[in-house]
């Protein structure tokens, strides 16, 4: 009894539909990363001032700009320190942004926060995804 196997036809054709697939579906998928990195981002800010307003409650004040984003991770030692400090945190780390950099943050420690990022692009201004994303905007 003879075993078949494929040919180097039906291989190569197949190979040339995969490659069609491919090269149709690809520049839908790749499209989109840079969108879903702006996605997250915001979501990593929302989820920073859930964090901060938690901070808050306990303490009465944000985090200054000098105690920055980390005061949300490990109990600060300079400026005013909280009255009330969730012992294991209120974040698990400071998460950097899509694109591998800080959030940037700033506050009075009483009234205001903003958390922002400086886009796909890491400078001030930009269209896009070097866009700055910015809490004050949601």
Known sequence: MRERGFTLIEILVVVMILGLLISLAAPRIVGRTDEA????ARADIRAIEEALNLYK????????TEQGLRALVEEPTIG?????????GYLERVPDDPWGQEFLYASDGRSYY?????GADGEEGGEGVDEDIDSRDF
């Open 37 to 40: 990195r702006v996605v997250k």
């Open 57 to 64: 409650i306990d303490s009465g004040v944000y985090p200054t």
């Open 80 to 88: 005013e320190t909280p009255r009330s400090w969730r012992i294991d």
């Open 114 to 118: 903003v958390v922002s990022s400086m």
